[in-house]
């Protein structure tokens, strides 16, 4: 009885592992890993190391499992998720000092990196809005023609997720806010909540990608503006980052940017999600220029 419960639970975890890789890897090699994990005996060790590899399978998925259109829509997917945390965070950051006039006098760098940070922010929502609203649009009427009601629904969870999000953080800050705001505690739920809205909110774009597979110009044009949303997503953080750091060596009133852990992890944090975005970004661009020519 003892040995069937330990033989259940090596592949419980296997698949779970297992179930961690994107669905072209998945196709290929998920049963035969599986059973590899399954039958070597590995524990929880072995499936977290399995685990750990789904990540640069995502970022870099194999070449030989994928099209050009279909490398361009997993770039899509990639850039969706990195681009949407870093939005997230650089939103947070932007909360917590140049909203809070934190520009230490005589050190214009600080002041640049904020106005660096603004249009580069900017640029980028402009180039996602451009280059994923027509695609977007082409398979909402896809999914309409062909009466796929829930692709339909979901590349409607962009639009949804947002609104109950703000909806709802409107309501709570009326009623848990002070004349101050609200504290520090409230604002850290509602930063957790903006994050767990946003990776809801670009599941189902995912979803829809790999259920639809929309092919030709529609999706080229927006790998490109994904590109380029990418990039200027990747100049805004690092305007953060020195922004970030002279607040530290600076703003004596500040107590915050005087904790090396804090900046240090804001600036891990940042690095990888600007490293899926960067490996999103040349992926796709460079099936687009392949399919070009």
């Not at 909360?95 to 640029?123: C, E, K, M, N």
């Not at 398979?139 to 609104?163: G, I, Q, S």
């Not at 670009?202 to 927006?222: D, Q």
């Not at 990888?272 to 999103?280: F, I, P, Q, R, S």
Request: charged share 15%; proline share 5%.
């Amino acid at each position: 009885m003892s040995e069937m419960r330990s033989s259940r639970r090596r592949a419980a975890l296997a698949r779970a592992a297992v179930a961690l890789y994107p669905p072209a890897w998945r196709a290929r090699y998920g049963a035969e890993l599986a059973a590899l994990l399954e039958d070597s005996g590995g524990g929880i060790a072995a499936a977290l190391s399995v685990a750990w590899r789904a990540i640069p399978a995502w970022i870099w998925p194999p070449r030989q499992l994928h099209d050009r259109d279909a490398r361009m829509r997993a770039s899509l997917g990639t850039l969706l998720v990195a681009g949407a945390m870093l939005t997230g965070i650089g939103l947070v950051f932007a909360q917590l000092t140049q909203l809070q006039g934190l520009r230490p006098p005589g050190h214009p760098i600080v002041g640049w990196s904020y106005a660096i940070f603004d249009a580069a922010l900017a640029i980028a929502g402009l180039a996602a809005a451009a280059g994923g609203l027509p695609l977007w649009l082409l398979m909402l009427r896809r999914a309409k023609r062909e009466h796929r009601a829930r692709d339909a629904a979901y590349l409607l969870v962009p639009l949804a997720v947002p609104a109950g999000y703000w909806a709802t953080l409107a309501v709570t800050v009326r009623l848990v806010g002070g004349p101050g705001g609200v504290s520090g505690a409230w604002f850290l739920v509602f930063t957790l909540a903006g994050f767990a809205a946003a990776g809801l909110a670009c599941a189902g774009p995912i979803l829809a990608l790999r259920r639809l597979r929309p092919r030709g110009p529609a999706v080229r044009f927006a790998a490109r503006a994904a590109g380029v949303a990418a990039g200027s997503l990747v100049l805004a953080i690092a305007a953060s980052a020195v922004a970030a750091a002279g607040l530290c060596l600076w703003a004596p009133d500040f107590a915050g940017y005087h904790q090396a852990g804090v900046l240090a992890g804001y600036l891990g944090v940042t690095g990888v999600l600007a490293a899926m975005a960067a490996a999103g970004a040349v992926r796709g661009a460079r099936a687009a220029r392949a399919h070009a020519s």
